[in-house]
């Protein structure tokens, strides 16, 4: 056991840190260094540096075309590239619907769909939830019938993150709807293009446009787009989920926010002081510090478990439950430290990137609505609860 | 970076759990409790022999080159049988400090016949308006010819009645909670003038009240420099709390287990009560609570020998805070969940759960290493 990287593992981590440097477009770092919102644009460029480099999709083993990094080079490159102020890569394509493409797709599937993830050309969102299937996703009732070589689709899905900039949506289905809820799911590729698609945005509390409804009306999709066996797409869900919460605790992201509120505790003022001198606030500060730390370590002993077992296992729920609840803890904290400057509402400056003067410091605005934003975080990717039952029962056996 | 174990320490892990299910059933342990010692010679006699008295003491001293890993792995098995042989004070602390900072005749005179199984130890630091504050001493060694007279109280030393030699934190110098002043004394345990009020703790361990009068000890006696003694009991204290932090995992992963099986089994309306959401997020969140302590455990074992003192300061501070808060959270749940049966004697549950906050107050509670590691935290 030991913590040190080896002399291979320090020549990676240099290796990262250049190609970051060099490669990470000046404007995108500045926008994610000062909690700008980020277009389209913005992340295609990143990725697609990544892409080039072979990089993007860094989870992938070596033999579906990525690179094979070991758990200790994953854990550098994440943590470089948070430090680095990358943006976060789009988990879409490469964590959710290329390792479901790998795993269970036909190799015409592997060929046409997991080189233009591997190389960031096309944008693929997410067809899970409904409006009336949230926590209860077995539930969901938009239907694909067969109809010779196609399917039908018809229905919605809601909570689908960037779904206005996709080129391709994954979905699940309900292909037999007399079967057991787990049974007669299929999961269905889905080009954004095709007639019948309506995608209507859902505006947020913090005023922002990220997530939207996907309406389906006689959506014509090729059966040729179906990922494994009809009717057995809940194992690809599950699969995809397990891998979804592992990428959802954002630890190096955390590491950074805690740096980032410790610099505004300094710039902030308390009775004529800097605010990290108050003992009570900085108490707090450390808190969550250690319980990043203990996210951190958690989250290092998977990824040393995978690397002779493979696939993450339940117990990943628990990383996910630590790791949105301290996302919002920072958020808390950063608009705690701002104080009454968390009032003034700038949404131009906020969602169009305006030159409107900001009032006060430039990180003011950005707290209030980054609070209330994260509080989707306990939410999102199978509720806490959820996650919650997962574990008591596939790891607790209650 | 490498965090998996290797082969060695695998077997390490067996042979403690192996020993904590042969000689630890919780029967076992009621009755090695209610002996006059508090431990079994026998048992410690076995640690010798299968070196783990030496296993993290460096070879040139003795010992057989492992590390702090070595002791986060015995540790933790110690915790889930609520082992009560004074293995922290005799090898973590006073072995540990004797061999980083003894000198060659007390390493040959202590260090050697200690991982043979014939020296046992004890750290005698606090008193009466000490709480957690390591420099708070105001006992006093004075200059005696060649040699030093220590005279003053120390409390709640654990061991005191066990130990062939007690490390006594003195103040030859400055003033009241000043740092430098402080200097290490290695005390006979029957010297003259020493005298003892021996206690049985909360959790069945042993520990002592000293009364110092006039106690003479010579110049050789001195652990370290002179004056220098706060780095020293420092340093020793932060490495004896992370091995405490695997003590505490041990006892997490003891009382869960416990609470979980009773769970499954007791009925109310009709069904197993772990049947009821209530309980069973409860019960996840005692399972996260756990391994948040394991991983802050390990991080802690291993910064623990880093370079930078304020590395290690922070991890043992940082995993000494995760294990008072998950440690009473394990432990107040499985009482809850136990219901009446919890709050008995008749239970290990009750027997863990006292060991675990007792654990939380040693060397300093949730609180006071809270405060301490965001006044390091937030001076970079």
């Known amino acids: 056991m030991d913590l040190a990287f080896t002399p291979e593992e320090q020549k990676f981590a240099d290796q990262v840190r250049a190609f970051v440097k060099a490669n990470l477009p000046a404007d995108v770092r500045d926008k994610v260094k000062n909690g700008k919102h980020l277009g389209r644009d913005d992340y295609m460029r990143w990725q697609q540096a990544l892409g080039k480099k072979g990089w993007l999709v860094y989870t992938w083993p070596k033999k579906h075309g990525g690179p094979g990094f070991t758990p200790a080079q994953r854990y550098i490159f994440e943590n470089i590239c948070a430090e680095e102020y990358a943006p976060g890569i789009i988990p879409f394509g490469t964590k959710m619907v290329g390792p479901v493409i790998y795993t269970f797709g036909n190799e015409e599937q592997k060929a046409k769909y997991l080189d233009p993830i591997r190389l960031s050309t096309v944008w693929w969102c997410q067809g899970y939830s409904e409006p009336g299937s949230g926590s209860d996703l077995a539930s969901l009732r938009t239907k694909a019938e067969k109809d010779g070589d196609h399917y039908i689709v018809n229905g919605s899905k809601t909570w689908n993150t960037m779904g206005h900039w996709a080129d391709w949506i994954f979905c699940l289905v309900r292909t037999d709807p007399k079967a057991k809820p787990q049974e007669g799911i299929s999961f269905l590729l889905i080009d954004m293009k095709t007639p019948g698609i309506t995608v209507k945005p859902i505006i947020m509390a913090d005023g922002g446009h990220e997530v939207n409804e996907v309406f389906f009306d006689n959506v014509k999709v090729p059966v040729a787009n179906l990922v494994g066996k009809e009717n057995e797409g809940w194992t690809c869900a599950k699969f995809l989920l397990a891998n979804e919460r592992l990428g959802i605790a954002a630890v190096p992201q955390s590491k950074r926010g805690v740096e ?139 | ?204 361990l042993r520990a002592s009240e000293l009364t110092f009068d006039k106690v003479s000890v010579g110049a050789d006696a001195v652990l370290g420099k002179v004056d220098e003694g706060f780095a020293v009991v420092e340093d020793g204290v932060d490495r004896a709390i992370v091995a405490l932090c695997a003590e505490a995992t041990g006892c997490m992963d ?35 609570n756990a391994q948040e302590a394991r991983s802050m455990t390990l991080m802690a074992s291993l910064k623990i020998d880093d370079k930078d003192p304020v590395v290690r300061a922070k991890a043992a501070s940082g995993a000494k805070v995760q294990i008072g808060k998950s440690g009473k959270f394990c432990g107040q749940s499985a009482v809850q969940m136990h219901g009446g049966m919890g709050v008995t004697d008749e239970l290990s549950v009750s027997h863990y759960f006292k060991r675990l906050t007792m654990i939380d107050l040693m060397f300093g509670n949730q609180q006071h290493h809270l405060t301490r590691y965001s006044n390091l935290a937030m001076a970079a």
């Open chain 1, 260 to 398: 980032a509120l410790k610099d505004i505790a300094r710039a902030e003022q308390d009775n004529g002081r800097p605010l990290i001198e108050n003992k009570s606030f900085a108490e707090k500060i450390a808190d969550l510090e250690i319980q990043v730390t203990a996210l951190e370590y958690t989250e290092l002993r998977v990824l040393s478990s995978m690397a002779h077992g493979g696939q993450p296992g339940p117990e990943v729920s628990g990383l996910k439950i630590r790791g949105s609840e301290i996302q919002q803890r920072l958020t808390e904290l950063t608009m705690e430290a701002v104080g009454e400057y968390s009032a003034p509402y700038l949404p131009g400056l906020l969602w169009q990137g305006t030159n409107e003067a900001p009032v006060g410091p430039e990180y003011a605005h950005l707290a209030a609505p980054r609070y209330f934003n994260t509080r989707k975080t306990t939410i999102y990717g199978g509720s806490n609860e959820i996650q919650k039952g997962i574990i008591s029962k596939m790891v607790l056996g209650l």
């Open chain 2, 254 to 288: 003891a009382i869960n287990a416990a609470t979980l099986e009773y769970i499954k089994t007791r009925k109310q309306f009709g069904v197993p009560i772990g049947k009821f959401q209530v309980l069973q997020h409860r019960m996840v969140d005692c399972f996260t």
């Open chain 2, 1 to 204: 970076m490498d965090l998996s174990l290797s082969d060695e320490q695998k077997q390490l892990q067996e042979q403690a759990e192996r020993f904590v299910r042969d000689k630890y059933a919780f029967d076992a342990r009621r009755k090695i409790a209610a002996t006059e010692r508090g431990w079994l010679p026998e048992n410690w006699a076995q640690f010798a022999e299968l070196g783990w008295l030496g296993m993290s003491f460096s070879e040139e001293d003795g010992g057989y080159g492992g590390g702090p890993i070595e002791t986060m792995i015995v540790m933790e098995q110690f915790g889930k049988g609520l082992v009560l042989e004074p293995f922290l004070p005799t090898v973590v602390l006073g072995g540990g400090m004797i061999a980083r900072s003894g000198s060659k005749a007390q390493k040959e005179a202590l260090l050697a016949p200690m991982i043979e199984g014939k020296k046992q130890f004890a750290l005698a630091w606090l008193e009466r308006q000490s709480r957690y504050n390591l420099a708070d001493v105001s006992l006093k060694a004075t200059k005696e010819g060649a040699g030093w007279s220590l005279s003053g109280h120390k409390g709640v030393v654990y061991n005191a009645a066990s130990a062939d030699h007690i490390i006594v934190l003195a103040r030859t110098a400055g003033s009241a909670r000043e740092p430098k002043g402080l200097t290490l004394f290695i005390v006979d345990g029957k010297a003259k003038g020493l005298s003892r009020r021996d206690y049985p703790t909360q959790d069945a």
